[in-house]
């Protein structure tokens, strides 16, 4: 899979590094509870599967210091080269298609990765592989389906368009091959694959000025697939992001699962 053909949303567009702020604001302080949770001090290796952005590659260098490792990767690196110092090494990779970038991981992290893999089993299996016995593996994904609504409480013209034009990010994706409902299955994958202490939960924001900022700039990356697609017009989209920017909408994300457990 290259950027341009598989995923919808990739890190060269104009709007990835608001996405990618957004993401952060809106989700980091779960990531980083959790990540704390399992353990991740100095000394330890990580993997962090898809980074994308550098907040959680630079949370993790600091926990694990110098005598510690980060291995950042994703198929697009280009937004990881401010992280790109020891304790960090990025890396070109497709956790889909390639085999684990080493051995031997105490943890591996992935966020809202998995769920656009075409070949997520694979993917899956990768990450495990990776880890040393009694590693900690910690997934991160979206599940859209269990909640598919940008508005839900659709009570005008503004939220029932909003919400027409989500649907129309959602087939967008499935037509992808994301799997919309991927974040309920992890706790039964995980248990499947051998992990022992499987554990979830979920983040499910409602509203906040990151859940509107997300909106804007994905609508933007995306507006002219959109069109393309026959999903939306232009006026459309120009109506919804005006509606976005008046900030009269409560705007939602689709609920992020978070599941853990530990290598044999």
Known sequence: MTPSDGYLLDNQQNEAGRRFDAFAALFDPT???HLEDLGVG???RCWEVGAGGTSVVSWLAERVGPAGQVVATDIDTSRLTPAARPPVEVRVHDVGAEEPP???FDL???RLVLVHVPDRERALRSVIKSLRPGGRLLIEDAD?????LICPDEHGPEQRLANRLRHGFRKLLADRGADLSYGRKLPRLLREAGLRGVEADAYFPVTSPACTALEAATVRQIRDRLVAAGLA???EIDQHLADVEAGSMDL???PMIS???RKE
């Open 31 to 33: 990531t980083f509870r």
């Open 42 to 44: 100095p000394g330890r």
């Open 102 to 104: 080493g051995e031997g």
């Open 108 to 110: 591996v992290h992935a």
């Open 144 to 148: 859209p389906a269990l909640q598919p």
């Open 233 to 235: 017009t232009d006026a």
């Open 252 to 254: 939602v994300t689709a």
């Open 259 to 261: 599941a853990w457990g």
